[in-house]
C-alpha cells in the first residue's frame, strides 16, 4: 500500500512539474523557426458574410504591415521580433464581438487593429480596455467609441460628427438640396452618422421631408423609396454599406425616383459601383481622409498591395495598414512590445502614415479631420473636393 501510495505521489509530481514547464518554462511556442520571438497582434473584422470585400482589405492592410516589419528584424529589449497577425472574424454582427475578442485576449495579443463595423468596436474596445490592451480602428466612426473615455482606444481616420457634418454642408451648399430624405440601417454605423447629418441640415435651414430606417437584414427597399417619391424631395441621403446601397439604388431607378443620391463611406467602394450598375451613375458620397493618389504614400502603397494581394484596395486597408505601424511604431520607441510599456508612447506618437501624419487627441481620435467628396462618373469614383482639416 506504501509503496502504491508513494508511486502514485511520484507520478502527481512528474504530471505537475511537466505542467509548469510546458505553461511558464520553455518557450518553444513563442519563438518562430528562426529563434525570433513571437509578438501577436490580433485583427478583427467581418472575413465572411455580406461586407467581408470590407472585412478582407482591412486584414490585407494588417498583414502588409507585419511582413514589412518583419523584414526589418526589429528588436525589442534585446529581442529580435516577429510579428504574427491573429486574425478573427466577428461577421460585422454585435452578437459575435465578444467572443471573438475573448478569443485574442485568451491569444495574449499585444494590440489589436479592428474592428471594422462602429456596432462592433464599441462593445468589443470594453473587453480589451478591461484587459489593458490597446485597440486601433481603421475604419469605426462613430463617436461613442472613443466618447467612452478608455484610454487605450484609437482610431485613424475622421469620425461621424466630421463626416456627418460635411455631408450636410455639401447637401445644402453644393447639391443646393432643399427638401431632403434620410435612410439609415440602424447599425450604430448607420444610425450615429444619419443622426449627425440630420441635425446639421436642420441648423443649416435645410427640410428633412421624412427619416426612414431598414436592417442589415433587408434586400427590398421599395416600400421605403415608394413612401418618399410620394414626398417629391430633392435628395436621399443614405447612411449604411454598400452591399444594400448598391440593390437601393436599382430599386429608386425602377420607382422611376429621379432624385440626387448621397451617401457616407460604407458605400464609397469599388463594390458599390458594381451592385448599383448603371444606377450609380451621378451618385455622391463621402470618405474620411484624402484619395489614394493624394495620400503621402498612396500611389506606392497601391502598387506594393496590389502586387502583395492580386486585387485593388476598396477603401480602408490602407489605413489598416497605418494603423499597424503606428501600433509598432509605439512599441519600437518604448523597446517593448508589452501594453503597458508602449501604450504612454503611443498616446504621444508622431508618425508619418501612408493616410498622412497620424497624432491622437485626449479621447484618442486622429487630429486631423479631413472628409473627401467623389462622385460617379464613367463607372468610377471622382475626386470633388476635400473638407476639413488636411
Given at each position: 500500500?506504501?509503496?502504491?501510495?508513494?508511486?502514485?505521489?511520484?507520478?502527481f509530481?512528474f504530471?505537475?512539474?511537466?505542467?509548469?514547464?510546458?505553461?511558464?518554462?520553455?518557450?518553444?511556442?513563442?519563438?518562430?523557426?528562426?529563434?525570433?520571438?513571437?509578438?501577436?497582434?490580433?485583427?478583427?473584422?467581418p472575413?465572411?458574410?455580406?461586407?467581408a470585400?470590407?472585412?478582407?482589405?482591412?486584414?490585407?492592410?494588417?498583414?502588409?504591415?507585419?511582413?514589412?516589419?518583419?523584414d526589418?528584424?526589429?528588436?525589442?529589449?534585446?529581442?529580435?521580433?516577429?510579428?504574427?497577425?491573429?486574425?478573427?472574424?466577428?461577421?460585422?454582427?454585435e452578437?459575435?464581438?465578444?467572443?471573438?475578442?475573448?478569443?485574442?485576449?485568451?491569444?495574449?495579443?499585444?494590440?489589436?487593429?479592428?474592428?471594422?463595423?462602429s456596432?462592433?468596436?464599441?462593445?468589443?474596445?470594453?473587453?480589451?480596455?478591461?484587459?489593458?490592451?490597446?485597440?486601433i480602428?481603421?475604419?469605426?466612426?462613430?463617436?461613442?467609441?472613443?466618447?467612452?473615455?478608455?484610454?487605450a482606444?484609437?482610431?485613424?481616420?475622421a469620425?461621424?460628427?466630421?463626416?456627418?457634418?460635411?455631408?450636410?454642408?455639401?447637401?445644402?451648399?453644393?447639391?443646393?438640396?432643399?427638401?431632403?430624405?434620410?435612410?439609415?440601417?440602424?447599425?450604430?454605423?448607420?444610425?450615429?452618422?444619419?443622426?449627425?447629418?440630420?441635425d446639421?441640415?436642420?441648423?443649416?435651414?435645410?427640410?428633412?421631408?421624412?427619416?426612414?430606417?431598414?436592417?442589415?437584414?433587408?434586400?427590398?427597399?421599395?416600400?421605403?423609396?415608394?413612401?418618399?417619391k410620394?414626398?417629391?424631395?430633392?435628395?436621399?441621403?443614405y447612411?449604411?454599406m454598400?452591399?444594400?446601397?448598391?440593390?437601393?439604388?436599382?430599386?429608386?431607378?425602377?420607382?422611376?425616383?429621379?432624385v440626387?443620391?448621397?451617401?457616407?463611406?460604407?458605400?464609397?467602394?469599388?463594390?458599390?459601383?458594381?451592385?448599383?450598375?448603371?444606377?450609380?451613375?451621378?451618385?455622391?458620397?463621402?470618405?474620411?481622409?484624402?484619395?489614394?493618389?493624394?495620400?503621402?504614400?498612396?500611389?506606392?502603397?497601391?502598387?506594393?498591395y496590389?502586387?502583395?494581394?492580386?486585387?485593388?484596395?476598396?477603401?480602408?486597408?490602407?489605413?489598416?495598414?497605418?494603423?499597424?505601424?503606428?501600433?509598432?511604431?509605439?512599441?519600437?520607441?518604448?523597446?517593448?512590445?508589452?501594453?503597458?510599456?508602449?501604450?504612454?508612447?503611443?498616446?504621444?506618437i508622431q508618425?508619418?502614415?501612408?493616410?498622412g501624419?497620424?497624432?491622437?487627441?485626449?479621447?484618442?481620435?486622429?487630429?486631423?479631420?479631413?472628409?473627401?467628396?467623389?462622385?460617379?462618373?464613367?463607372?468610377k469614383?471622382?475626386?470633388?473636393?476635400?473638407?476639413?482639416?488636411?
Amino acid at each position: 500500500m506504501k509503496s502504491k501510495c508513494r508511486n502514485n505521489l511520484l507520478f502527481f509530481l512528474f504530471v505537475a512539474s511537466s505542467f509548469f514547464l510546458v505553461s511558464c518554462g520553455s518557450d518553444n511556442s513563442e519563438f518562430d523557426s528562426e529563434g525570433r520571438k513571437i509578438v501577436y497582434i490580433g485583427h478583427a473584422g467581418p472575413l465572411t458574410g455580406p461586407i467581408a470585400h470590407l472585412g478582407k482589405d482591412n486584414e490585407n492592410g494588417v498583414k502588409l504591415a507585419i511582413q514589412e516589419a518583419n523584414d526589418r528584424n526589429i528588436s525589442l529589449d534585446g529581442q529580435t521580433i516577429s510579428f504574427k497577425v491573429v486574425s478573427v472574424d466577428d461577421e460585422g454582427k454585435e452578437s459575435k464581438t465578444t467572443l471573438v475578442a475573448q478569443k485574442l485576449v485568451d491569444t495574449n495579443v499585444s494590440g489589436v487593429i479592428g474592428h471594422l463595423n462602429s456596432g462592433t468596436t464599441i462593445p468589443a474596445s470594453k473587453i480589451y480596455h478591461d484587459e489593458g490592451i490597446p485597440q486601433i480602428s481603421p475604419s469605426a466612426t462613430n463617436v461613442n467609441y472613443t466618447n467612452q473615455g478608455f484610454p487605450a482606444a484609437f482610431r485613424v481616420m475622421a469620425n461621424d460628427k466630421q463626416q456627418g457634418s460635411a455631408l450636410a454642408n455639401f447637401a445644402i451648399n453644393d447639391i443646393s438640396a432643399n427638401k431632403i430624405a434620410v435612410i439609415d440601417d440602424r447599425t450604430a454605423y448607420g444610425k450615429g452618422l444619419a443622426d449627425i447629418f440630420e441635425d446639421t441640415v436642420k441648423g443649416l435651414g435645410g427640410i428633412i421631408s421624412s427619416r426612414e430606417f431598414t436592417d442589415v437584414t433587408k434586400s427590398d427597399f421599395t416600400a421605403i423609396l415608394t413612401k418618399i417619391k410620394g414626398l417629391n424631395v430633392d435628395l436621399i441621403f443614405y447612411a449604411g454599406m454598400d452591399v444594400q446601397g448598391g440593390p437601393m439604388l436599382k430599386q429608386l431607378d425602377n420607382l422611376g425616383l429621379n432624385v440626387n443620391f448621397l451617401t457616407g463611406d460604407g458605400c464609397q467602394t469599388l463594390q458599390f459601383i458594381e451592385l448599383a450598375g448603371k444606377s450609380s451613375q451621378g451618385v455622391y458620397a463621402s470618405s474620411p481622409g484624402v484619395p489614394l493618389d493624394r495620400m503621402p504614400g498612396g500611389i506606392s502603397f497601391n502598387s506594393k498591395y496590389e502586387q502583395t494581394f492580386n486585387q485593388s484596395i476598396q477603401i480602408y486597408g490602407p489605413y489598416a495598414y497605418d494603423a499597424t505601424n503606428t501600433l509598432i511604431d509605439a512599441m519600437v520607441k518604448a523597446n517593448s512590445y508589452l501594453p503597458e510599456n508602449y501604450l504612454p508612447f503611443l498616446k504621444n506618437i508622431q508618425f508619418k502614415g501612408v493616410t498622412g501624419d497620424i497624432s491622437f487627441d485626449e479621447k484618442g481620435d486622429i487630429n486631423r479631420g479631413s472628409i473627401s467628396m467623389y462622385q460617379v462618373k464613367n463607372n468610377k469614383w471622382e475626386y470633388l473636393k476635400t473638407l476639413g482639416d488636411n
